[in-house]
């Protein structure tokens, strides 16, 4: 019963920003899209795990120099970038995306997938309190990214000199 409430209280802060993000999209996009986008980024868990591993075999020296190549190469770099990669594949061509408030919705619910699931890996192991602190930073912080990512992302996909691939 304790682990339920644990994953429930890990699951229940993505649910509610991707409950917020979808009600502000005045043309609703398809649910099929939505999840298949939301359970893409839970899926990327595998890949980023896979990644940071790897880039993390690679020290810098000194203090400094590893908190920034932790921060902004083993981290962010390589869950934007994996994010990137896969709402590009699943939405560039697709013929719902037609409008840029489009790129904001599926980026947001690729990030939330994903911090959807290290949510509850965290919580798992560290309880409940990283349940709330996670709540209050760690979700809003990938849903944020989101709608960053899916800003730039729609401006690259409207934007009239655009290329043809992504």
Same mark, same amino acid.
């Given at each position: ?10 699951? +229940? &802060?993505? %649910?509610?920003?991707? $409950? ?8 609703? /996009?398809?649910?099929? !899209? *939505? ?10 868990? +595998? &890949?980023? %795990?896979?990644?940071? $591993? ?8 000194? /203090?400094?120099?590893? !908190? *920034? ?98």
């Amino acid at each position: 019963m304790i682990s339920l409430l644990l994953i429930l209280s890990a699951i +229940l &802060p993505a %649910l509610l920003f991707l $409950i917020f993000i979808y009600r502000k999209d005045l043309h609703k /996009e398809p649910r099929r !899209l *939505l999840l298949k986008s939301y359970l893409i980024g839970m899926i990327l868990v +595998l &890949p980023i %795990l896979g990644t940071e $591993i790897l880039l993390s075999q690679i020290p810098p020296r000194g /203090e400094l120099s590893v !908190l *920034l190549y932790n921060a902004f190469i083993i981290a962010a770099l390589s869950e934007e970038g994996w994010k990137l990669l896969f709402l590009a594949r699943t939405t560039w061509h697709s013929p719902e995306l037609d409008e840029p408030i489009d790129g904001i919705v599926y980026a947001v619910f690729v990030g939330l997938g994903f911090a959807t699931v290290e949510n509850i890996l965290y919580v798992l192991q560290q309880g409940f309190s990283t349940s709330l602190l996670r709540a209050l930073f760690s979700v809003p912080g990938h849903g944020l990214f989101g709608v960053v990512m899916g800003y730039f992302y729609a401006q690259a996909r409207f934007a009239p000199t655009r290329g043809k691939r992504m």
